[in-house]
């Protein structure tokens, strides 16, 4: 059974940094494309960054610059580094990763199939 538990979000000020974590159970990390999306209330769901089993990465215009996806194979976690936070950027932050047979880029539009629960980041102005 696959599991995704997000950790780490919280309430910043704007300006702000915070960390999510990811951390996976019965899939691993490093085999396939994983990624970061957030919802904002009344929102669309929303890609923010991707990372593919070779280490490339790849992310949303609006975070580019600021947030980085990477990966600790050994502790099988994904994380979100997030940096010179601003109140846009509020909102659910979910992990997700593809079918372990899934082939293909590793991009913000692919679908799919796992996911978290979820991580509330609150950046206030």
């Known amino acids: 059974q696959v599991r995704l538990v997000e950790s780490g979000g919280g309430m910043v000020q704007a300006g702000g940094s915070l960390r999510l974590s990811c951390a996976a159970s019965?899939?691993?990390?490093?085999?396939?494309?994983l990624g970061w999306f957030r919802q904002a209330p009344g929102k669309a769901r929303e890609g923010v960054a991707t990372?593919?089993?070779?280490?490339?990465?790849r992310y949303a215009g609006s975070v580019e610059g600021r947030f980085t996806i990477s990966r600790d194979n050994a502790k099988n976690t994904l994380y979100l580094e997030m940096n010179s936070l601003k109140p846009e950027d509020s909102a659910l932050y979910y992990c997700?990763?593809?079918?372990?047979?899934?082939?293909?880029?590793?991009?913000?539009?692919?679908?799919?199939?796992?996911w978290g629960q979820g991580t509330q980041v609150t950046v206030s102005s």
């Open positions: 990372v593919d089993s070779d280490g490339t990465t």
């Open positions: 019965g899939y691993t990390v490093s085999s396939n494309c």
């Open positions: 997700a990763a593809l079918h372990p047979l899934a082939v293909g880029y590793c991009y913000l539009s692919r679908r799919f199939y796992y």
